[in-house]
T-cell receptor, first 113, second 113 residues
Framework: AQSVTQPDIHITVSEGASLELRCNYS??????LFWYVQSPGQGLQLLLKYFSGDTLVQGIKGFEAEFKRSQSSFNLRKPSVHWSDAAEYFC???????????FGAGTTVTVRA | EAQVTQNPRYLITVTGKKLTVTCSQNMNHEYMSWYRQDPGLGLRQIYY???????DKGDVPEGYKVSRKEKRNFPLILESPSPNQTSLYFC????????????FGQGTRLTVV
């Protein structure tokens, strides 16, 4: 069964600093990979997704993620965070033949001024 | 506007009193699912439906029921709620296997006392 690990429960970063959120997955083949963001009191919004091809994926709000097959990782990055990036971030995987999304436990990002 | 609508957004109920959380999507999606979100556990799938009259258990189905009589609606039913079902619930829909974006509702915060 597929699983997702987000090793960092909580990250605090200064506004303007770079951000990297880690995600490792366990799956027999290359799954579909996603990053979602949940702002306080809101539902989940898709930031970006990886299906195949270029391993560096660009998303919304200035985020990008890099798929590394050898490390079973799909880390999310942003070069310069804004106060509005304070949220909870979820990495998710999906089987290529299934609808189901399996989520990591999430990483809460706090942005300090 | 494409959206998934859940109601109610907030609900406080007592142990044993049956309740239904509604979910409706306007995107003609085949696949719908329910998740619960708990701190440190991320989102876990409760039930899913691949189309009208086709439903199946997810990872944590105990204590829940669902139905899919119409394509757009996928209600979550708690026949006899218990305090351990206090959680944040999300409904999601998507159009095909694995690779397409899942759209999430705004969430329902349920408290069972």
């Amino acid at each position: 069964a597929q699983s997702v690990t987000q090793p960092d429960i909580h990250i605090t970063v200064s506004e303007g600093a770079s951000l990297e959120l880690r995600c490792n997955y366990s799956y027999g083949a290359t799954p579909y990979l996603f990053w979602y963001v949940q702002s306080p009191g809101q539902g989940l919004q898709l930031l970006l997704k990886y299906f195949s091809g270029d391993t560096l994926v660009q998303g919304i709000k200035g985020f990008e993620a890099e798929f590394k097959r050898s490390q079973s990782s799909f880390n999310l990055r942003k070069p310069s965070v804004h106060w509005s990036d304070a949220a909870e971030y979820f990495c998710a995987v999906a089987d290529r033949n299934d609808y189901k999304l399996s989520f990591g436990a999430g990483t809460t990002v706090t942005v300090r001024a | 506007e494409a959206q998934v609508t859940q109601n109610p957004r907030y609900l406080i109920t007592v142990t044993g009193k049956k309740l239904t959380v509604t979910c409706s999507q306007n995107m003609n999606h085949e696949y719908m699912s329910w998740y619960r979100q708990d701190p440190g556990l991320g989102l876990r799938q409760i039930y899913y439906s691949m189309n009208v009259e086709v439903t199946d258990k997810g990872d944590v189905p105990e204590g829940y029921k669902v139905s899919r009589k119409e394509k757009r609606n996928f209600p979550l039913i708690l026949e006899s709620p218990s305090p351990n079902q206090t959680s944040l619930y999300f409904c999601a829909s998507s159009s095909s296997t694995g690779g397409t974006e899942a759209f999430f509702g705004q969430g329902t915060r349920l408290t069972v006392v």
